[in-house]
């Protein structure tokens, strides 16, 4: 069994077989939960970063740095609750056999390149860094699905991508709804 460090380690370098103890490892979750945290308060450091370096009023620094800071959180929940819908109904594989806490321990590990969104407050560099730990986590997600649901590469990026359309679509819809009185 490899320790935090290591699990960490092996799930930014997209390690399948790190992916695979963390989904059979119940205690696990505690572990995934303070990486998503940790790269929750990196990324709401760096906005908070930016946000000073512009001089933006402080109303709306603490409304960016709280978007920021809850995204990643929202994300992992509520896409890791979709993910496992949609990957165990419309991608589900022979082998598929999954339940909502082997998701959350997976893809909480996958976000462990976005610690490096912490350096997005690095002037000029910033934003590629920033850019490249997106597209990163977006991989790493992609390699968790496929471990934690048991199939292949091509379902798992299937699952991702319905994922992030069903998402959208839900978050648009509230955007657009109208207010209750």
């Known amino acids: 069994m490899r320790s935090f460090a290591q ?4 799930a ?3 390690d399948a077989d790190t992916y695979e103890e963390v ?4 205690s696990s979750l505690r572990q995934a939960t303070v990486v998503v945290v940790a ?8 906005r908070w970063a930016q946000a000073a370096a512009l001089g933006l009023p402080a109303s709306q ?32 594989g022979p082998e598929t ?6 998701v959350l321990r ?23 860094i920033d850019f490249a730990a997106r597209v990163w986590v977006l991989a790493a ?17 299937g699952t991702f991508g319905t994922t992030a359309v069903l998402l959208y679509l839900i978050l648009w819809g509230l955007a657009v709804a109208p207010l209750p009185l």
Request: hydrophobic residues 60%; without cysteine; proline residues 4%.
């Open 141 to 157: 997600v992609v390699i968790a699905l496929r471990q934690a649901l048991d199939f292949t590469t091509v379902r798992a990026i």
């Open 61 to 92: 620094t603490l409304l960016q740095v709280a978007l920021s800071v809850l995204e990643p959180l929202v994300l992992w929940v509520g896409g890791s609750a979709v993910a496992l819908m949609v990957g165990a109904t419309f991608f589900r």
């Open 7 to 10: 699990r960490m380690w092996g």
């Open 106 to 128: 997976t893809t909480g590990f996958a976000f462990t390149p976005a610690l490096l969104g912490g350096l997005g407050a690095l002037p000029v560099l910033g934003l590629p």
């Open 23 to 26: 989904e059979a490892d119940r």
């Open 39 to 46: 790269a929750a308060l990196a990324i709401g450091a760096a």
């Open 97 to 102: 056999e999954s339940d909502f806490e082997e």
């Open 12 to 14: 930014a370098w997209l």
